[in-house]
């Protein structure tokens, strides 16, 4: 069964660079037509795409963010990661990393447990 | 706003049935593109319920349904349990956007 973890600091502060880090057991990240893939709750609201990366190097990611956002892969490792630069207190939330399946469309079928970060002084 | 459009709330006794809508457009729904579901239960991760409209992943009860049509979606949930309790969130990919979207979510209360 595949599985995925988060793991990154819990505080962050303002304007500085939120990283996170998903470790995938279970699976190759490195294989097959599957994106991988960052989602983020802010408190008390629903979920948001963030982007998601093939290991070919396709990435994705949502407008509103794509200006700082990177997401790449290490398929040594079997991690893939997560940094949104120039943080601020609306980046506070739960982060979850997940596997997109797109044949033949694309849904997350798989989720971390979520990591909370807040963006504070 | 979210581009998929999902009552924030409904409501249910045990063992009846509810559906839950949600609203896309043209650019979603209307190009075609499939709903999926994901169940979020209190405090824990979402977890993928129906995919590709109205397939269930293994593990997931038949209790659990969904369908497409046109610019609309919806799931339902026959023999509603006190554990179903949680929020319901669709899920699509837009064209407009060029990635994955979500409903804004619904909380299912079990009365």
């Known amino acids: 069964q595949l599985r995925l973890q988060e793991s990154g600091p819990g505080l962050v502060k303002p304007s500085e660079t939120l990283s996170l880090i998903c470790s995938v057991s279970?699976?190759?990240?490195?294989?097959?037509?599957?994106?991988w893939g960052w989602i983020r709750q802010s408190p008390g609201k629903g979920l948001q795409w963030i982007g998601n990366?093939?290991?070919?190097?396709?990435?994705y990611y949502n407008p509103s963010l794509k200006s700082r956002v990177t997401i790449s892969l290490d398929t040594s490792k079997s991690q893939f990661s997560l940094n949104l630069t120039v943080a601020t207190a609306a980046d506070t939330g739960l982060y979850y990393c997940?596997?997109?399946?797109?044949?033949?469309?694309?849904?997350?079928?798989?989720w971390g447990q979520g990591a909370l970060v807040a963006v504070s002084s | 706003q979210s581009l998929l459009t999902q009552p924030p709330s409904v409501s249910g006794a045990p063992g009846q049935r509810v559906t839950i809508s949600c609203t896309g457009g043209s650019s979603n729904f209307g190009a075609g593109y499939d709903v999926h579901w994901h169940q979020q239960l209190p405090e824990t991760a979402p977890k993928l319920l129906i995919y590709d409209n109205n397939n269930r992943p293994s593990g997931v009860p038949d209790r659990f349904s969904g369908s497409r049509s046109g610019t609309s979606a919806s799931l339902a949930i026959s023999g509603l349990q006190a554990e179903d309790e949680g929020t319901y969130y669709c899920q699509s990919y837009d064209s407009g956007l060029g990635g994955v979207i979500f409903g804004g979510g619904t909380r299912l209360s079990v009365l």
């Open positions: 279970g699976g190759s990240i490195g294989s097959g037509s599957y994106y």
């Open positions: 990366m093939h290991y070919t190097g396709a990435a």
């Open positions: 997940a596997r997109l399946t797109v044949i033949p469309a694309a849904h997350f079928d798989f």
